[in-house]
T-cell receptor
Framework: GAVVSQHPSWVICKSGTSVKIECRSL??????MFWYRQFPKQSLMLMAT?????????EQGVEKDKFLINHASLTLSTLTVTSAHPEDSSFYIC??????????????FGDGTRLSIL | GESVGLHLPTLSVQEGDNSIINCAYS??????FIWYKQESGKGPQFIID?????DKRQGQRVTVLLNKTVKHLSLQIAATQPGDSAVYFC??????????FGQGTRLTINP
């Protein structure tokens, strides 16, 4: 089945550090990938839609200069949390949609990255 | 705008019993619905989906029911097992690219 790999799975760093999270589709190509944030006991909230070869589309209230997204290939999208602060601590999850399928096909999710900012 | 919600935040069932998890949605234009299972510390895992031209779909031990009249979706899990313990989310793609998640129901299995 379709596999999405996310790395790292857990990161702890000091306030002010920038952290990069990778999302890879391992056995399919993904023109579109999605980045979500999930706080404890809450649902997933879409942060941005990552489009291969073009700029990401950010949801309202998400700072594009703080959450930099790069989707340089059909199998890799990265999310960089710049100058991270404790309030950025969260569970970040990516998903990818197989390029061959329409929007009404399920996305495949990575296993998330737990980000803890001290 | 679209909203997807769940009736109950937690559900506790006896092992072997059937579980029913409910979900309401507001956008009548929604035509595709998905149930995801999320175990602790992991990403959502696809369980089953249904399109608006159907009112029932069955998988292995799971059934999804869709009532478009009252904009209600349910997930039934037969013979619940300890491994079914997780948070279950309904989600929809309301005519666009983006997936909208409900708030989630935590299913706990009692031995």
């Amino acid at each position: 089945g379709a596999v999405v790999s996310q790395h790292p799975s857990w990161v702890i760093c000091k306030s002010g550090t920038s952290v990069k999270i990778e999302c890879r589709s391992l056995d399919f190509q993904a023109t579109t990938m999605f980045w979500y944030r999930q706080f404890p006991k809450q649902s997933l909230m879409l942060m941005a839609t990552s489009n291969e070869g073009s700029k990401a589309t950010y949801e309202q209230g998400v700072e594009k200069d703080k959450f930099l997204i790069n989707h340089a290939s059909l199998t890799l999208s990265t999310l960089t949390v710049t100058s991270a602060h404790p309030e950025d601590s969260s569970f970040y999850i990516c998903s990818a949609r197989d390029t061959r399928y329409r929007a009404d096909k399920p996305q495949h999710f990575g296993d998330g990255t737990r980000l803890s900012i001290l | 705008g679209e909203s997807v919600g769940l009736h109950l935040p937690t559900l506790s069932v006896q092992e072997g019993d059937n579980s029913i998890i409910n979900c309401a949605y507001s956008n009548s234009a929604s035509d595709y619905f998905i149930w995801y299972k999320q175990e602790s510390g992991k990403g959502p895992q696809f369980i089953i989906d249904i399109r608006s031209n159907m009112d029932k779909r069955q998988g292995q031990r799971v059934t999804v029911l869709l009532n478009k009249t009252v904009k209600h979706l349910s997930l039934q899990i037969a013979a619940t097992q300890p491994g079914d313990s997780a948070v279950y989310f309904c989600a929809t793609v309301p005519g666009a690219q983006k997936l909208v998640f409900g708030q989630g129901t935590r299913l706990t299995i009692n031995p």
